[in-house]
Each structure stands twice: as structure tokens, then as C-alpha cells.
């Protein structure tokens, strides 16, 4: 084993040079493991006709949250005083273990006692694809303490023939708890279960106890319980040993699985039933079971409407191959650009074929930005929008294949323009709470109009001149698309003079600056959801800065406001400077000049957030706890602090220190969610609130520390504690580690882009879509056989069909590079479900309905 490198912590070992690699054997999808990742994005819109209080005050304060069976991952704003909230609120990320529910709780926020859950849309994970990419009112069920379960049981049971005191022989029942695991956080602490086990038929109620397990939510049990099942008395003797039939049928076994709650009510956990009569057959019975709702769980005495929920689902499960498998389609893909004209290539049919194009965009412009390959793409798509643009004044305004592509692209590779641009008055704005409401019907008692438009004003210049002043920091690929759609508007309309410029504010203003500034959470800009009135603020900065942006570009004289209030505000806005301020920045970032940020000596701020850490103990009456902290991490430094907006860190972590980033085992302080970020001292535990800020920050660590030098190969997977190390037993804390590190990831922290992840993506969207593509290519046929439009044209006229030759050979090539990725994707499936047994932890009995 290597040595440690000199400035390698205690206990873990230095990893040794890269070496190449030998490729996969053909066919060899077992080579190497197939990666099953998850993830869900969709939009929780609104919800209606809410129960009111009693009282004389019926309106709620109300809030949404996002659960993976029992654990919250996403939480939106509090909508005040309303039974019908518009929350509005879209949401993204990866799933990073299995899970049986996704739930969505409204909750009654209360600053007193406990938050009110109002109601919940539970959808079993299978359920989910019914739901995927359309909008879908779901009524709100009642939340019921027994109905909420989560986890499962190991259990085995065998029969066993007792001779009694007086000789005679009887059936007896052993039953063995094995062990349980997934049990969700109590008031987010690991919990204390406990396991009652009972025997129950017609006129019996045996019931016995395990012990109690402290602080986990996978107790390992391992007790043995004994029942007679059968009276000697009805016992005849019989060639092979079994139940007697009147018996088995009526017995079954209860577990009952329990939170201790010491002084205060034990609360339910789940339960499962198995009917002894699984051993009619087999002497002994082992398997995993699905933790089930009482009897009545999803039963409520109420009958209340609770009202209900709207909201926008698409989940995906894809199946990663190794890169090998890929090749065809990616070459396929990438080919794309060059392909005349673009709408017979095989990135635009899939656009095309797919029912919603916002699924086909993100993988695509992932991909294609990730082999340089987006800006011709966006450009030719470009280009076909203006084909059909008529008017000047409505370049780019709907949501084709070309503007929703440029959308995604900006989101992708301008986070960091925007963090650098607007996230110091961002925080100016949502921390100051200035009253900025300029609408006389809106204003509250005691405002004062004039001075609430000086604070917008303010606020509006501030960050105009911060935009317009911020053209060094673009991203080059930006400026790149945006000079090409500079230059085809022009030529698209060359007697309009002022087209070049919409043709960027369309995108740069419209559709980038005026968003973020209304939904700062959204692009990471602020780690909380803002107040009402600080939305509100939000909302008029924004109007008035994309109507900067398109005023200034087309050179109007008067706005586009259809609010009064508006119109008299903006008049402060019409001045000459404004739009030669626009124009000259509009310039700037479409220009073919080559640009250096002027923010590259600055550190790239990735993500921050409050966790809890657990104290360094550094002197030897240091009390090792945990404490709340506000993390941030640059692309210099990770360091902790008291509080959000804190100039001083408690403690910092420069990223080249960062030698392993990894998951830290439950076992090591009885806590969920941890992960250890091993540096050059003593490694940094933290514990994060949910498994997919856990799995978000773990991520980002390894990007930004990917290529330090005297990286590890391995760790400890658990602490040092009272003498040794949890894992291995290793009384030395300097012993090295003793599991390998986590495989590496790629390097760029701006734009980590996982292409094969892509590819399968659209793989998959070609696969839903083949009747689709089907018709596509009957269409090209019959257009290249009549050469015309023919009577009933309904098979082909939604489709963009400029060169039918070209286009139904594009397809060809697509149908036969999915007919090869179909067999190994077969082949895999195929060893899944062959290799899960009924029963087992991955595929447990019992599927809750």
C-alpha cells in the first residue's frame, strides 16, 4: 500500500498515480456496473379551496413540502393568508436512494406550536410515469399518523415439533425478528424502535416484545419468539410433519414496529401480517417485507373536502451503460450541426417526435455544449425561427426548439454570470425589507407612495447599471450565439435598424436577468424563498428591467405597461442614456471579441446552506457536539460561520487541502445524512437535513477538489471514537483506511456534464417516441412519392419536413442505432429481474396500495 503523503491526515492513505485502463470486452455490460440514476423535476403550481379555520380569521398561512416516503427534501414559501395558495414553484434534483412514496404535505404554517399538516398526494414510485410532463389536479388526502410508514422487516419463520412433559407432540412456531431498515427520522433524529410480535387468530392475541434499539433507523434485533400453534390434544400423527388445514388458516403473525417514547406516547411505526399458512408447504419461510399503514390508515373518519393540489411531475430512472455503448448514437448526435438543412438532423427530429421539447432540450444541449457543438446547432435552429418570423418586433418570442435551447444553455453556463451580477444586490434587496409597492390599490396603512417609489427606483438603478456594466463577465459561449443571432436578424430584416439588438434583449433581458430576479431561489442565488412583499419587490424590478432592456434595444417611446401605476414610474426611465446604456452593452456581448472575465481572480461561489458540523474537539475538554452552522463553499474555500452573511468564518477549509470527500456511516454518531470531508487536519463530519442536500454537497466537493494533488485512495467509512476506529477496528488513529475511495468524477465545476447519462436520456426519449418517428418516416415517404401535399396531409403536417430524402435516411440511422442500444438494455433487464428474488431486501413483499 502507497504511504501517506506528508501532509495527509492520520489514517488515510495517499492514492497512487492515474493508470490507463484496458477497455471492456464486446458485450460486456457485466465488465463494468450499470448505473441506475434518478431524478425528478417538475413544478408545484397552486392549490385550491383549503379548509378554513373555524374562527372568524378562515385564511392560512401555507406551505408545500416534497418527501421521500417520510423524509423532507424541498420546501417551498410560506403564501400568507390565503385557502387557494399560488405557489409557482419549480424544483430539480437527483434521487440518490430507492424510496416507496413520493408525497407532497401542505402544511398550515404556525409560529407557536407545530406546523399543521393540512393534507398530502402520496404516488407510489411505480405510479409515477402516469403522471410524467403534464399538469395534474390531485385532491389532498387526510395525514394520518398511522397511515404514515416507511422501511422494512427481515423475518423468518420456521415450525418446530415439541415433545411435551407427557410425551405428547405439538406444533410450535418460531419466529425470528431479524432486523429492519429504512425507518424514517423522528423529528430528525435517527429513532428508537422496538418490535411487538404477536400471534393472532379467532380467540388468541399472544403477544411478545423485542428489546429496544437506541438512536438508528436499521436496528439489527436478532431475538427469537416461541408460540404453540397447535393443542397436543388435536395433534395426529401423519406421514410427513404439517399444520393441521382448520389451524393454518386462521393464524397469522403480527409485527408491530414502535418509536420508544420514553415519556411521551410510543408513535407507530408500521406493521406487517403473514398468515402462518406460508408454511404449508415449507417447513420454513424467510424474506423482507414492506413496513404496511394500519388496517384503517388510509381510512378517515372525515369527510371533509380537504381540497387540492396542482402540480407537474416528470420522474426518470435510466439505466447507464458504459461509455462503449454510446458511440453510435453520440456520433449520430454530435453530426448534427453539419447537417443540411438542420431539420432532417437527428437532434431537431428529436425534438420534434418528443411530446413535450422540454425533455429533449436538456440532455441535448448538455451534451452537445459538452463537445463544443451547441453554438452551430442553436444558430441553424435560430435560423428556421426567422424564416417564419414575419414581424421584427416578434424575434424570438415563442417557445420553439431554438429559444427553449438558448434557455437551457444560459441556465447552464450562466450560473456564475449571474452570482457575480446580481447576487450582492439580490441580498441587499431581501435583507433591507424596503417597502416598494407603486401600486395605489396594493399600498398598506401608513405607506407612502413617493417614498416607495424612490426605493424602487433605487433599487432599479442599481441593478440596470450593474447588468450594463457586466459584459466582461459573460460567458464566452454566450456572447458566441448571441453575435450569430445578431448577425441573421440583420440580414433577416435589413431595413430595421434596431432588430439586431432585439434579437439579443429578447434572450439576455426577457429570458435571463428578468427571471432570476424574480425567482432567486430558483438560480441558486438565494438559499431561502423570499417574504411576499419581498416577491413583490422582486417582481416590479423586474418588469421595469426587461422593459429596459427591450425599450432601450427597439428605441420606443413609449412602454408596453399595461398597468398605469407602471407607466407613470417608467417615465423616470426615458432617457436618452438608458438606451445607449443598453445598446453599448448589447454590443458588447455579442461581439466576436475575445473576452477574459473580469471576475476570473475572484473565487467562483458554488453553494451554501445550513447544516450542522460536529465540533473538532481539539483540546481534551472539548465537548464533542454538534452545532448549526452556515456552510458556504468557492472554488477557493470551504468555510462555516454563526450566521448567514457572516464576514467571519469559524474555520476554513482551503480546497486544495480537500484530499476525500465521503459518505460517513449512520453507526458513527447514530445520525442520518452524514458525509466527512477529509483534509489535511483532523476530517470534518457534517451532518446535512435531508439525503439530497447530502448527496448535492458531496457532489460538489468532489468536483471542486477532483484534480488536488495527493488525493486518497482510501478511507474510513467510519469514525475514530473511544479508542478506535467504527469500521475496521483500527485502535491507531494514524492506521490507513480501509476502503477505497469513491471514483472520481469530472473536473470542470462550472459545467460537470455527464454524457453518457445524457445520451441514455436520449436514448430513452427515442424509444417513447417511436411511433412518433414511425410516422415521421411514412410522412418522408409519401412526400418523396407525390412530391406534394396530398389530400388528407394529417400524418405529416405537424412535422418540420424541409428534405425528405435527407430526413428519412436521418431516421434510418436512428431507428438502427436504438435497435443495438435495445439488446444490451434487454440483456440488463433481463439480469435484474432474474437476480432480485421475491422477497429479498431489494425487492421486498407487500407493495403498499
Known amino acids: 500500500m502507497a504511504a501517506a503523503a506528508p501532509d495527509a491526515p492520520a489514517g488515510f492513505s495517499e492514492a497512487p498515480a492515474p493508470t490507463a485502463t484496458a477497455e471492456p470486452e464486446a458485450g460486456g455490460e457485466d465488465s463494468r456496473e450499470v448505473r441506475v440514476l434518478q431524478s425528478l423535476r417538475g413544478k408545484i403550481c397552486e392549490a385550491k379551496n383549503l379548509l378554513p379555520y373555524l374562527g372568524p380569521n378562515k385564511m392560512r398561512d401555507c406551505f408545500c413540502t416534497i418527501n421521500l416516503d417520510q423524509e423532507e427534501v424541498y420546501r417551498t414559501q410560506v403564501v400568507e393568508k390565503s385557502l387557494s395558495p399560488f405557489f409557482s414553484e419549480e424544483f430539480y434534483f437527483e434521487i440518490p436512494r430507492t424510496f416507496q412514496y413520493l408525497s407532497f404535505y401542505v402544511y398550515d404554517k404556525n409560529v407557536l406550536q407545530r406546523d399543521l399538516r393540512i393534507g398530502k398526494v402520496a404516488i407510489k414510485k411505480e405510479d409515477l410515469c402516469n403522471h410524467s410532463g403534464k399538469e395534474t389536479w390531485f385532491s389532498l388526502q387526510p395525514v394520518d399518523s398511522n397511515s404514515e410508514v416507511q422501511g422494512k422487516v427481515h423475518l423468518e419463520l420456521k415450525l418446530n415439533e415439541l415433545i411435551t412433559e407427557n410425551g405428547t407432540v405439538c406444533q410450535q412456531l418460531v419466529v425470528h425478528v431479524k432486523a429492519c431498515h429504512g425507518l424514517p427520522l423522528i423529528n430528525g433524529q435517527s429513532c428508537d424502535p422496538y418490535a411487538t410480535v404477536s400471534l393472532v387468530g379467532p380467540?388468541?392475541?399472544?403477544?411478545?416484545?423485542?428489546?429496544?434499539?437506541?438512536?438508528?433507523?436499521?436496528?439489527?434485533?436478532?431475538?427469537?419468539?416461541?408460540?404453540?400453534?397447535?393443542?397436543?390434544?388435536?395433534?395426529?400423527?401423519?406421514?410427513?410433519?404439517?399444520?393441521?388445514?382448520?389451524?393454518?388458516?386462521?393464524?397469522?403473525?403480527?409485527?408491530?414496529?414502535?418509536?420508544?417514547?420514553?415519556?411521551?406516547?410510543?408513535?407507530?411505526?408500521?406493521?406487517?401480517?403473514?398468515?402462518?399458512?406460508?408454511?404449508?408447504?415449507?417447513?420454513?419461510?424467510?424474506?423482507?417485507?414492506?413496513?404496511?399503514?394500519?388496517?384503517?390508515?388510509?381510512?378517515?373518519?372525515?369527510?371533509?373536502?380537504?381540497?387540492?393540489?396542482?402540480?407537474?411531475?416528470?420522474?426518470?430512472?435510466?439505466?447507464?451503460?458504459?461509455?462503449?455503448?454510446?458511440?453510435?448514437?453520440?456520433?449520430?448526435?454530435?453530426?448534427?450541426?453539419?447537417?443540411?438543412?438542420?431539420?432532417?438532423?437527428?437532434?431537431?427530429?428529436?425534438?420534434?417526435?418528443?411530446?413535450?421539447?422540454?425533455?429533449?432540450?436538456?440532455?441535448?444541449?448538455?451534451?452537445?455544449?459538452?463537445?463544443?457543438?451547441?453554438?452551430?446547432?442553436?444558430?441553424?435552429?435560430?435560423?428556421?425561427?426567422?424564416?417564419?418570423?414575419?414581424?421584427?418586433?416578434?424575434?424570438?418570442?415563442?417557445?420553439s426548439l431554438a429559444t427553449r435551447c438558448l434557455d437551457e444553455m444560459m441556465k447552464i453556463v450562466g450560473g456564475h454570470y449571474l452570482k457575480v451580477t446580481l447576487k450582492p444586490i439580490l441580498d441587499e434587496i431581501c435583507e433591507s425589507s424596503k417597502s416598494c409597492e407603486i401600486d395605489p390599490i396594493k399600498l398598506k396603512e401608513g405607506d407612502n407612495v413617493e417614498n416607495n417609489k424612490e426605493n424602487l427606483r433605487y433599487y432599479v438603478d442599481k441593478l440596470f447599471s450593474t447588468i450594463v456594466k457586466s459584459s466582461m463577465s459573460c460567458p464566452t459561449v454566450m456572447c458566441d450565439i448571441f453575435y450569430s443571432l445578431r448577425q441573421m436578424a440583420t440580414q433577416r430584416f435589413p431595413n430595421d435598424p434596431h432588430v439586431q439588438y432585439s434579437a439579443v434583449s429578447s434572450f439576455v433581458f426577457l429570458r435571463f436577468f428578468a427571471v432570476a430576479v424574480v425567482s432567486p431561489h430558483t438560480f441558486h442565488l438565494r438559499p431561502h424563498h423570499p417574504d411576499p412583499q419581498t416577491i413583490r419587490t422582486l417582481t416590479l424590478i423586474s418588469k421595469t428591467i426587461q422593459t429596459l432592456g427591450s425599450w432601450g434595444s427597439l428605441s420606443k417611446s413609449k412602454s408596453s405597461f399595461?398597468?398605469?401605476?407602471?407607466?407613470?414610474?417608467?417615465?423616470?426611465?426615458?432617457?436618452?442614456?438608458?438606451?445607449?446604456?443598453?445598446?453599448?452593452?448589447?454590443?458588447?456581448?455579442?461581439?466576436?471579441?475575445?473576452?477574459?472575465?473580469?471576475?476570473?481572480?475572484?473565487?467562483?461561489?458554488?453553494?451554501?446552506?445550513?447544516?450542522?458540523?460536529?465540533?473538532?474537539?481539539?483540546?481534551?475538554?472539548?465537548?464533542?457536539?454538534?452545532?448549526?452552522?452556515?456552510?458556504?463553499?468557492?472554488?477557493?474555500?470551504?468555510?462555516?460561520?454563526?450566521?448567514?452573511?457572516?464576514?467571519?468564518?469559524?474555520?476554513?477549509?482551503?480546497?486544495?487541502?480537500?484530499?476525500?470527500?465521503?459518505?460517513?456511516?449512520?453507526?458513527?454518531?447514530?445520525?442520518?445524512?452524514?458525509?466527512?470531508?477529509?483534509?489535511?487536519?483532523?476530517?470534518?463530519?457534517?451532518?446535512?437535513?435531508?439525503?439530497?442536500?447530502?448527496?448535492?454537497?458531496?457532489?460538489?466537493?468532489?468536483?471542486?477538489?477532483?484534480?488536488?494533488?495527493?488525493?486518497?485512495?482510501?478511507?474510513?467509512?467510519?469514525?475514530?471514537?473511544?479508542?478506535?476506529?467504527?469500521?475496521?477496528?483500527?485502535?491507531?488513529?494514524?492506521?490507513?483506511?480501509?476502503?477505497?475511495?469513491?471514483?472520481?468524477?469530472?473536473?470542470?465545476?462550472?459545467?460537470?456534464?455527464?454524457?453518457?447519462?445524457?445520451?441514455?436520456?436520449?436514448?430513452?426519449?427515442?424509444?417513447?417516441?417511436?411511433?412518433?418517428?414511425?410516422?415521421?418516416?411514412?410522412?418522408?415517404?409519401?412526400?418523396?412519392?407525390?412530391?406534394?401535399?396530398?389530400?388528407?396531409?394529417?400524418?405529416?403536417?405537424?412535422?418540420?419536413?424541409?428534405?425528405?430524402?435527407?430526413?428519412?435516411?436521418?431516421?434510418?440511422?436512428?431507428?438502427?442505432?436504438?435497435?443495438?442500444?435495445?439488446?444490451?438494455?434487454?440483456?440488463?433487464?433481463?439480469?435484474?429481474?432474474?437476480?432480485?428474488?421475491?422477497?429479498?431486501?431489494?425487492?421486498?413483499?407487500?407493495?403498499?396500495?
Open 562 to 849: 399595461k398597468e398605469t401605476f407602471m407607466c407613470e414610474f417608467f417615465k423616470m426611465f426615458q432617457e436618452e442614456g438608458y438606451i445607449m446604456a443598453v445598446k453599448k452593452f448589447l454590443d458588447e456581448i455579442s461581439s466576436t471579441e475575445t473576452k477574459e472575465s473580469s471576475g476570473t481572480s475572484e473565487p467562483v461561489h458554488l453553494k451554501e446552506g445550513e447544516m450542522y458540523k460536529r465540533a473538532q474537539g481539539r483540546t481534551r475538554i472539548g465537548k464533542k457536539n454538534f452545532k448549526k452552522r452556515w456552510f458556504c463553499l468557492t472554488s477557493r474555500e470551504l468555510t462555516y460561520h454563526k450566521q448567514p452573511g457572516s464576514k467571519d468564518a469559524i474555520y476554513t477549509i482551503p480546497v486544495k487541502n480537500i484530499l476525500a470527500v465521503e459518505k460517513l456511516e449512520e453507526s458513527s454518531f447514530n445520525k442520518k445524512n452524514m458525509f466527512q470531508v477529509i483534509h489535511t487536519e483532523k476530517p470534518l463530519y457534517v451532518q446535512a437535513n435531508n439525503c439530497v442536500e447530502a448527496n448535492e454537497w458531496i457532489d460538489v466537493l468532489c468536483r471542486v477538489s477532483r484534480c488536488n494533488q495527493n488525493r486518497l485512495s482510501s478511507y474510513h467509512p467510519s469514525a475514530y471514537l473511544n479508542g478506535n476506529w467504527l469500521c475496521c477496528l483500527e485502535t491507531s488513529e494514524n492506521a490507513l483506511g480501509c476502503k477505497p475511495c469513491t471514483a472520481g468524477v469530472p473536473a470542470d465545476i462550472q459545467i460537470d456534464i455527464d454524457e453518457d447519462r445524457e445520451t441514455e436520456r436520449i436514448y430513452s426519449l427515442f424509444t417513447l417516441s417511436l411511433l412518433k418517428l414511425q410516422k415521421m418516416e411514412e410522412a418522408c415517404g409519401t412526400i418523396a412519392v407525390y412530391q406534394g401535399p396530398q389530400k388528407e396531409p394529417d400524418d405529416y403536417s405537424n412535422f418540420v419536413i424541409e428534405d425528405s430524402v435527407t430526413t428519412f435516411k436521418t431516421i434510418q440511422q436512428i431507428k438502427s442505432v436504438i435497435e443495438k442500444l435495445d439488446e444490451p438494455h434487454e440483456k440488463y433487464r433481463k439480469k435484474r429481474s432474474s437476480s432480485a428474488k421475491y422477497g429479498s431486501k431489494e425487492n421486498p413483499i407487500g407493495k403498499i396500495f
Open 203 to 399: 380467540s388468541r392475541n399472544d403477544q411478545k416484545k423485542t428489546k429496544v434499539k437506541k438512536k438508528t433507523s436499521n436496528p439489527q434485533f436478532n431475538e427469537i419468539f416461541y408460540f404453540e400453534v397447535t393443542r397436543s390434544s388435536s395433534y395426529t400423527r401423519k406421514s410427513q410433519f404439517q399444520v393441521e388445514e382448520e389451524d393454518i388458516e386462521k393464524l397469522e403473525i403480527r409485527i408491530d414496529l414502535w418509536n420508544n417514547g420514553n415519556l411521551v406516547q410510543d408513535v407507530f411505526l408500521g406493521e406487517i401480517k403473514v398468515p402462518v399458512n406460508v408454511l404449508r408447504n415449507d417447513a420454513s419461510h424467510q424474506a423482507w417485507y414492506l413496513l404496511q399503514p394500519r388496517d384503517n390508515g388510509n381510512k378517515s373518519s372525515k369527510t371533509d373536502d380537504l381540497g387540492s393540489l396542482r402540480l407537474n411531475i416528470c420522474y426518470t430512472e435510466d439505466y447507464v451503460l458504459p461509455s462503449e455503448y454510446y458511440g453510435p448514437l453520440k456520433t449520430l448526435l454530435l453530426k448534427s450541426p453539419d447537417v443540411q438543412p438542420i431539420s432532417a438532423s437527428a437532434a431537431y427530429i428529436l425534438g420534434e417526435i418528443c411530446r413535450d421539447k422540454n425533455d429533449a432540450v436538456l440532455p441535448l444541449v448538455r451534451l452537445l455544449l459538452h463537445h463544443d457543438k451547441l453554438v452551430p446547432f442553436a444558430a441553424a435552429v435560430a435560423e428556421l425561427d426567422l424564416k417564419e418570423t414575419q414581424d421584427a418586433n416578434t424575434i424570438f418570442r415563442g417557445n
